[in-house]
């Protein structure tokens, strides 16, 4: 049975304006109204701003999130030297954060796997492999001792109350370090989100003491994945900068690539995810992966055959999580508002925090050693003036008897700091009597000079504020900086053509009569193997050509005579080209490259008369320029119906150019007559040590000019040599330390250490023609590289160690090609001496007839070795000593 409605109940009724009417019964003759624009205006701004301050951004004055902090007091206050289960510290930490313990513990984890404030133990999850932490109860945390360093200080620590009241916990946190930039953050709030990126422990140091001498510095990421950044964008971790950051790849053979590293943001499962998608919508091809990563990173690609590693390398970065774009956002709360500051500006805050903090500790401890001192002083007074007699009146009252005591003192007042409170005197009539017979002024005096020096010391520190900054910096980074080498390499990286790197994925197939180019048309004329990602490019009869992507079925006209995949910015493919100019016209011919075009335009070859038609027509990818032999239709008084013509007598120019007339009659045929050669001068070569790439573009060091046959020699600094084709994707090793246009018969000079011996050798060896990368030192594990030199006539200095050899030695030069004579680069090569070396410094070479002459065409910055081990230029020695 339906229940009657109570004619007593409250009832809403919702009014055009959006407030809400609340009617009470006939008794209640008041009502109220709340306004829900209001409403929503306080109480959602109540929430982002608990959110902004309270949970998702940290503080600039410790760099620390609320349940970080929470963190860290909690585990100071369980502290006792040894681990404490992470169940323990979630639990104790929950007196202070009352957002639950799964929170608690996913902060706790992420602030152990950092490595600075924690010391785990158990299983803490894997960074690298994205594995997570064991449960609570199974891993156990301590602080860093680091942390107990530089976190807390008890007597510089603001408190308030906790959530409930029942517990003090600190504002903030007072750290003297960088930690926020050591870090890095990421928390997304209500409107806004933070994102700072980790940077080295070592490098904020330098940085902090750069700041407080008023130097200039600049600071970047760095990662504990490794990997490669290029930061030009960084735009000093504002928003709108952009870092990339990539994985290090290395060829270990010509079938497989070896992942090192790998990019911050990323784990080897997501690398590994999205290598196989990019392998299934066929952007590189790849036989197979095997992850062996543990504690370092191990991902072997396998590659298909006849697969170019250089060019799968590139994809990887182009269509992979190889390579990440991520973009900073520095958002801090600084006097309880959110502000977006720089990374800079975010370092001088914190050194100023830091000497302030400083400051107040010295300023505190000033003020412990000055009560030291005064109750010290009075305590020596209070006894050695027999003070303490006045205690044996027993007539007195104890008020009566301390004023007593405080008129005792008045006569030696002028030796005291400060004046002489009550609680001092109440001090020292609490004193028993068996302290006051074994009383010892000499002591009491040896321990007020130590004050007193002590007291100096602070002064001097509070008067040379800024240096006593920089010896503690200094002194955290000897103690703590060891374990903080970078990780990450500063690079510049080289824009990736996403076309030129893809894998042919799809066929591209042409119907010429109808004029239809994809990759559907499978019935049809098979024209080549393509991505699509390319360009397609199709000559017509008409002396007209149009560009358009790969798809499965594009119109480009009738009458197609030529189709091709089109490489954008091609400079070396040249078209040769007859066409006949109308109807009736005068048969041209012209040589053209074709730059910058629009997709899907027709462009015209011709002069544009109607009825033009193209006689021949052929595509050149190196320039080449072949014989023709032209056939004139017959006519009265035409005697010469045949002759042949050479392309190469004819300049290459751009596609609008008209042409040259080949003949004023009309024309039967043309035939090819015989190929010709490549009328392209040789390419001139850089290479870009920023970015360890060839270039055409004059960037680095100049290695020459190269014909097809032509190969370029590397050296490494693990003692192996390969001989590379000058492709511009060219990948080389990344301990590059020489790299030359390779020529047959010079010879190579090294220095190398035996490691079987103990001592160093010198060979000269020529460099055999193999694909394979050699190795031309000995393998003896301890054997290394010390330097190699390219010269044709080098010559060395050597100095010997004095010490070891208990006796001086003049230093020895050395005539290389007197020394040794050219071997193979199997030869062990020549003692350089019995005695032991201390350096070895290359001389400026001696001339030889087979040096280079600089002229006014060669560049200047043809560099012939350039390496950490020196440089050698045109022959003289340009940088330092070797060694």
């Excluded at 050194?351 to 400083?358: F, V």
Aim: aromatic share 10%; hydrophobic share 35%; net charge negative.
């Amino acid at each position: 049975m339906a229940k009657k409605t109570d004619s007593k109940k409250k009832h809403v009724e919702v009014s055009e304006n959006v407030d809400i009417q609340l009617n009470t019964t006939k008794k209640e003759e008041k009502s109220r109204t709340i306004s829900l624009s209001n409403m929503y205006q306080s109480w959602f701004l109540d929430y982002a701003s608990y959110v902004i301050l309270e949970r998702a951004v940290p503080e600039i004055q410790d760099g620390l999130k609320p349940v970080q902090r929470r963190i860290l007091h909690s585990m100071k206050e369980l502290d006792d030297g040894r681990y404490n289960k992470v169940a323990n510290i979630i639990g104790n930490t929950m007196k202070y954060h009352p957002h639950g313990d799964a929170s608690i513990g996913d902060a706790l984890v992420q602030l152990g796997q950092k490595d600075y404030l924690i010391d785990c133990q158990g299983n803490w999850g894997n960074i690298l492999t994205g594995d997570s932490a064991a449960a609570p109860r199974y891993i156990e945390a301590r602080l860093s001792k680091f942390a107990t360093d530089v976190v807390f200080n008890p007597k510089t620590t603001n408190w308030k109350s906790s959530y409930d009241g029942r517990n003090k916990e600190p504002i903030t946190l007072p750290v003297k370090f960088p930690l926020l930039l050591a870090q890095g953050v990421e928390g997304i709030a209500v409107g806004l989100a933070s994102k700072i990126l980790p940077h080295n422990f070592n490098e904020l140091i330098d940085a902090s003491i750069k700041v407080l001498k008023n130097q200039r510095f600049e600071l970047l990421p760095d990662f504990q994945t490794g990997g490669l950044v290029d930061a030009e964008n960084y735009n000093d971790g504002l928003r709108g900068g952009k870092i990339r950051v990539r994985a290090r790849i290395s060829q270990e053979d010509r079938k497989t690539l070896l992942i090192s590293e790998i990019p911050f943001s990323t784990t080897t499962s997501s690398l590994i995810d999205s290598i196989l998608k990019a392998r299934e919508k066929g952007k590189i091809k790849i036989r197979k992966i095997d992850d062996n990563t543990s504690e370092n990173v191990e991902i072997l690609i396998h590659l298909e055959p006849n697969v170019s590693p250089d060019t799968t390398i590139d994809a990887l970065y182009a269509f992979t999580d190889c390579e990440v774009s991520i973009s900073p956002n520095a958002c801090v709360i600084s006097e309880e508002k959110p502000e977006f500051i720089g990374v800079t500006e975010i370092l001088k805050r914190s050194t100023e925090n830091t000497m302030a903090l400083l400051k107040s500790e010295l300023q505190i401890r000033l003020n412990e050693l000055n009560d030291d001192w005064h109750y010290t002083s009075l305590e020596k007074i209070f006894f050695e003036k027999r003070i303490y007699r006045e205690l044996e009146n027993d007539v007195k009252t104890w008020e009566h008897l301390l004023d007593d005591i405080e008129e005792a003192f008045k006569p030696y007042k002028k030796k005291l700091k400060r004046e002489i409170t009550r609680d001092d005197i109440l001090k020292l009539t609490e004193k028993p009597v068996r302290k006051i017979s074994k009383f010892d002024v000499k002591k009491a005096d040896e321990h007020i000079k130590n004050l007193e020096l002590e007291m100096d010391e602070v002064k001097n520190h509070l008067k040379h504020l800024v240096d006593y900054t920089i010896n503690y910096f200094q002194q955290i980074k000897k103690k703590h900086g060891k374990n903080w080498e970078r990780k990450t390499e500063i690079r510049s990286f080289e824009t990736i053509e996403r076309t030129a790197v893809a894998a042919n994925n799809v066929k591209l197939y042409v119907n010429r009569e109808e004029g239809f180019v994809g990759t559907s048309l499978k019935k049809d004329e098979f024209i080549a193997d393509c991505s699509d990602l390319d360009d397609v490019i199709a000559f017509r009869e008409d002396g007209s050509f149009m560009v358009a992507k790969v798809a499965e079925k594009v119109f480009f006209g009738q009458h197609i005579i030529h189709v091709d995949v089109f490489r954008k910015n091609d400079e070396r493919t040249v078209y040769n080209m007859v066409y006949q100019d109308g109807k009736y016209g005068f048969a041209y011919i012209k040589r053209f490259n074709i730059g910058g075009i629009t997709r899907e335009k027709i462009y015209d070859l011709t002069k544009g008369s109607k009825d033009s038609k193209v006689l021949y027509f052929t595509a050149n990818p190196n320039g080449e320029a072949e014989n023709i032999r032209v056939f004139l239709k017959n006519k009265p008084g035409l005697r010469r119906l045949v002759f042949d013509y050479d392309f190469s007598e004819l300049a290459v120019k751009g596609r609008s150019s008209m042409g040259n007339i080949l003949s004023r009659n009309l024309v039967k045929k043309i035939v090819l007559e015989n190929e010709g050669h490549s009328t392209l001068a040789a390419r001139k070569l850089w290479f870009d040590e920023s970015i360890k790439r060839l270039n055409a573009d004059e960037r680095g060091q100049y290695l020459g000019e190269f014909k097809a046959q032509d190969k370029i020699l590397e050296l490494t600094q693990d003692g192996y040599y390969r001989l590379l084709n000058f492709d511009l994707g060219t990948h080389f090793d990344e301990d590059l330390i020489h790299i030359e246009k390779f020529n047959p018969k010079k010879p190579i000079t090294a220095v190398y250490f035996d490691g079987e011996i103990q001592r160093f050798y010198l060979k000269r060896f020529m460099i055999e023609e193999t694909d394979k990368k050699t190795l031309f030192v000995d393998e003896h594990p301890e054997s290394y590289l010390l330097t190699i030199n390219a010269d044709w006539h080098p010559m060395l200095e050597l100095e010997f160690d004095k010490k070891i050899n208990k006796r001086h030695i003049e230093d020895e030069i050395v005539d290389c090609v007197e020394f040794i004579g050219e071997k193979s680069h199997k030869a062990k090569g020549k003692r350089l001496s019995n005695y032991t070396i201390k350096s070895v410094n290359w001389l400026e070479s001696q001339p030889h007839e087979n040096d280079e002459v600089l002229t006014d065409e060669t560049p200047e910055n043809d560099v012939q070795l350039d390496s950490e081990l020196g440089v050698i230029q045109n022959g003289k020695l340009v940088q330092g000593e070797l060694f």
